[in-house]
């Protein structure tokens, strides 16, 4: 069975940096490309936030982030991570982190999804 935990949000200052960590048990298609998602406070849908493939050759990133948030893995421990620094208001969001075949940015090219993890970053 496959299961998707996501951890290591929380409170943080503007400027700050955070480090988010996502496990994927039960090695989905054999090998799986990740993708890290967010909800913002007062909007319904899950932005696109940064991806990556199986291998970790391929990474991708909303142009929000880029320059700032960094997607990394490693698949001896099934974890995906996502190193976000120079936190600002604006990434206050429940971050999710999902798994599926390919490194997209769409929300639904992903199969299996985590429960998500608050970040707030105060000014």
């Known amino acids: 069975q496959v299961q998707v935990v996501e951890s290591g949000g929380g409170l943080a200052q503007t400027g700050g940096s955070l480090r988010l960590s996502c496990v994927v048990s039960g090695r989905p298609f054999g090998g799986y490309s990740c993708g890290w998602f967010r909800r913002r406070p007062g909007t319904g849908g899950r932005e696109f936030v940064a991806a990556i493939s199986w291998s970790g050759a391929s990474t991708i990133y909303s142009d929000s982030v880029k320059g700032r948030f960094t997607i990394s893995r490693d698949n001896a421990k099934d974890t995906v991570y996502l190193e976000m620094n120079s936190l600002t208001p604006d990434d206050t969001a429940a971050y999710y982190c999902?798994?599926?075949?390919?490194?997209?940015?769409?929300?639904?090219?992903?199969?299996?999804w985590g429960q998500g993890t608050q970040v707030t970053v105060s000014s």
């Open positions: 999902a798994a599926g075949r390919q490194a997209k940015t769409r929300a639904d090219h992903y199969t299996y």
